[in-house]
């Protein structure tokens, strides 16, 4: 009956609604419980209320109380739409269609607020109207307010916000949804201007618009009833040409601008393994937003390789100080992070993702970043389970499967890297760092011929990009370091030089310190020396930089070069303000007190650490960290110019500490490596085999405790071959 009809309407839009009036409405007071479909008209537990995971109630607009000459107008509109919508939930009881999502699959479509500019509360009701109407249709996936409240938080709004056209259409690029419906009404005289837009979820681009109009309350149903065809023919022609997108990253930032930037960023960080244009990416996106913790805290990773950690430190801290708003798993993410980076506490980054894997046993990076302080503690057992188990999920990125070959090359479980690497090659195909981990790990695992095969395949193809192509001449001339053939790791080089180079000044400086830093590394240090004079006179014309990430290798190729009785170590001037430089300057300027000290604090990779220490003149740490580069567990195993130089210069350094037989033996261990080399590698190789030799007959003068104690001259030749 159209009185208690009206008057159930009333109560609806004054908020006076008793719940138990609900089930008369729907069918009697002998009606069953009403199924699934119909959740949001019973009466919410106290429970249900506060929980942040229960689904949200449909909110709508209170209008403004009513005025007298406009009751009976509002009174036959919502006459008409309360019998409409009547007609529409039972069509929806009967469907049986579940509004529950799984993920986001194609055709997913969100209906946000219309517009209403009559007063009288009539676009949440087009708007519910629309999104009951639509959830008949099999091809189309409607999305529900419960669907969208965590990205509503992570936009820093409430779970009841209305989801308005510019929120939705933010909400849809986030998720990934397919088409937003938006819309408006307006009076018009007596009746009413109703508009409509299907827009493309990934960009807003309008598909289709509508515009209907009446002159009369009592056709404001079937003007509903024409929009809802009209928009579900459009939806479901205009679908199929939608190119759907992904769902941006889920993390905390009332930016879209922002976050795109960042889903972007963490695309070339975790798919292509482009650390320098992720961090250029993660700069802009806290342009936009400078509280986007997130950013912060990515950006310290992807500049984690930097030569200079200024930048990422202060990312570091950046992200510990505007971590509030975010929720917990991301907070422990950023505290981890600010832990391991800043404080060097290695222990307590661990508790913090213990906590996340507490909360939620498969987060992804939780379980990457654990298994990366495992590694920088020297456990990488632990570093392999977390990397394995991460794997074992889904939506795993190209970076695990990296790190899952390279810590099982650290381990000397070739065979299983060698599986990983199957399966990474089975997930990302394309991926452009795959050649480089395929040669590594195809070379320990002494397919030699193969793994040069497959790199000299990448170096002839033009195909492939430029820089790749140079990082596999990198390989190519480690691989002939390694055997002991010179030449052609020196010819190796100036390929990767002439391949790379991008043609500015600071392109062709970044070529010549990585070609002269490998050469120095393995005790080439001639060629280096010829190699890099010419450059380090000429300078940088003016207005060049060659960037903070050339600091390091260029500080290092200078102090590994120099002729420490020709003069100071550092000859040049360098003006970037990374602790490490300021180190090697202090040896330069031999103000080294405490320095062993300050040298431990820094956050350093193993091999950077054991330079310094060389440089310095501390023989015994010295020793003790090349011996650890060369057992299995050392993050950088696979990195041929390092375990080189490691076994190159524990003979000498034996030596120089007195201890003749582990002198001996690493002499006769590295002969044995260069002895099948080129005319070059084979001289070093009879040098290092004739000290062997030498210090034998030598220390055979005294033995005591076990220990070589005859003093002997050291071996000058060996230290850097000529």
């Known amino acids: 009956p159209s009185g208690p009809t009206v008057e159930l309407v009333d109560a609806i839009r004054e908020g006076s609604l008793p719940y138990d009036l609900a089930a008369p409405v729907l069918g009697g007071p002998e009606s069953p419980p009403p199924p699934l479909s119909t959740r949001g008209l019973e009466r919410p537990t106290a429970e249900e209320v506060t929980s942040p995971e229960a689904p949200a109630l449909p909110s709508f607009s209170v209008p403004h109380p009513p005025t007298q000459d406009s009751r009976s107008r509002r009174r036959a509109v919502a006459v008409a739409m ?14 049986g269609r579940s509004f529950a999502l799984d993920g986001t699959p194609a055709g997913s479509v969100l209906v946000t607020e219309f517009d209403d500019g009559t007063e009288e509360g009539l676009g949440a009701v087009v708007s519910e109207a629309l999104r009951i109407d639509l959830a008949q249709s099999r091809s189309l996936n409607l999305i529900d307010r419960a669907d969208v409240v965590g990205t509503l938080a992570l936009m820093g709004l409430e779970a009841g916000a209305p989801i308005s056209a510019e929120v939705g259409r933010d909400v849809a690029v986030r998720d990934g949804f397919d088409a937003v419906v938006e819309g408006s009404v307006v009076p018009a ?3 009413y201007i109703l508009t409509a837009a299907v827009r493309e979820g990934r960009d807003g681009r309008t598909v289709s618009s509508f515009r209907r109009s009446v002159t009369a309350p009592d056709q404001v ?7 809802s065809g009209e ?45 320098p244009e992720a961090a250029r990416l993660l700069q802009r996106s806290v342009e936009v937003d400078p509280g986007f913790a997130m950013a912060w805290r990515m950006l310290a990773v992807a500049t984690q390789n930097d030569a200079d950690q200024t930048l990422r430190l202060e990312a570091a801290r950046q992200a510990y100080d505007h971590r509030a708003r975010l929720s917990e798993l991301e907070r422990y993410a950023v505290e981890a992070n600010y832990y391991g980076v800043v404080e060097g506490n290695r222990e307590r980054a661990v508790e913090v993702l213990l906590k996340v894997l507490d909360l939620d046993p498969d987060n992804e990076r939780a379980l990457n970043n654990l298994g990366i302080q495992y590694l920088f503690m020297g456990e990488p057992e632990n570093a392999e389970e977390m990397f394995r188990r991460l794997v074992e999920t889904s939506g795993r990125s190209s970076t695990v499967y990296r790190n899952l070959v390279e810590t099982r090359l650290s381990l000397g479980r070739i065979e299983e890297a060698s599986q990983a690497l199957t399966d990474f090659e089975q997930a990302y195909p394309d991926h452009r760092s795959l050649p480089i981990v395929r040669v590594r790990t195809r070379f320990l695992a002494g397919e030699i011929d193969d793994a040069r095969a497959e790199a000299q395949r990448v170096v002839d193809d033009p195909l492939w990009p430029a820089a790749l192509r140079a990082r596999v001449w990198g390989a190519l001339a480690n691989m002939a370091y390694w055997e002991g053939r010179i030449e052609d790791a020196r010819t190796a080089l100036l390929e990767a030089e002439r391949v790379g180079g991008r043609g500015d000044e600071a392109g062709t400086w970044a070529r010549v310190v990585g070609s002269g830093h490998t050469a120095a590394l393995v005790g080439d240090v001639p060629w280096a020396r010829a190699h890099i004079e010419a450059r380090l006179d000429a300078g940088l014309s003016e207005g060049t930089g060659l960037g903070s990430f050339l600091e390091l290798p260029l500080v290092e190729l200078v102090a590994l070069i120099s002729d420490p009785d020709a003069g100071p170590v550092l000859s040049y001037e360098f003006t970037g303000v990374s602790n490490v430089v300021v180190a090697y300057g202090r040896i330069q300027t031999e103000d080294t007190v405490g320095l062993r000290a300050d040298i431990d604090q820094l956050p350093l990779h193993r091999f950077q650490r054991v330079l310094l220490y060389e440089t310095l003149g501390d023989t015994r740490r010295t020793i003790g960290l090349y011996e650890g580069i060369l057992k299995p567990g050392y993050t950088g195993w696979g990195n041929n110019p390092t375990r080189l130089r490691a076994m190159m210069r524990l003979g000498p350094l034996y030596e120089e500490a007195g201890d003749a037989r582990e002198a001996i033996e690493a002499y006769r261990r590295f002969s044995r490596l260069w002895a099948g080399g080129d005319r070059l590698g084979r001289a070093v190789a009879d040098q290092f085999a004739a000290r062997a030799r030498a210090l034998e007959a030598e220390s055979s003068l005294g033995v005591a405790d076990g220990r070589d104690t005859a003093i002997v001259e050291p071996c000058p030749a060996c230290s850097h071959w000529r």
Not at 82 to 95: P, W
Not at 231 to 252: D, F, N, W
């Open 221 to 227: 149903i079937g003007m509903i009833d024409e929009l």
């Open 82 to 95: 309360a019998v409409g919508l009547s007609g529409l939930i039972i069509l929806s009881l009967y469907a």
């Open 231 to 275: 928009v579900r023919a459009a939806l479901g022609e205009k679908l199929g040409t939608i190119q759907a997108s992904l769902p941006l990253e889920r993390v905390t930032t009332p930016s879209l601008e922002a976050l795109i930037l960042y889903t972007r960023a963490t695309e070339e960080f975790n798919q292509f393994d482009n650390r």
């Open 189 to 191: 005289g007596s009746g």
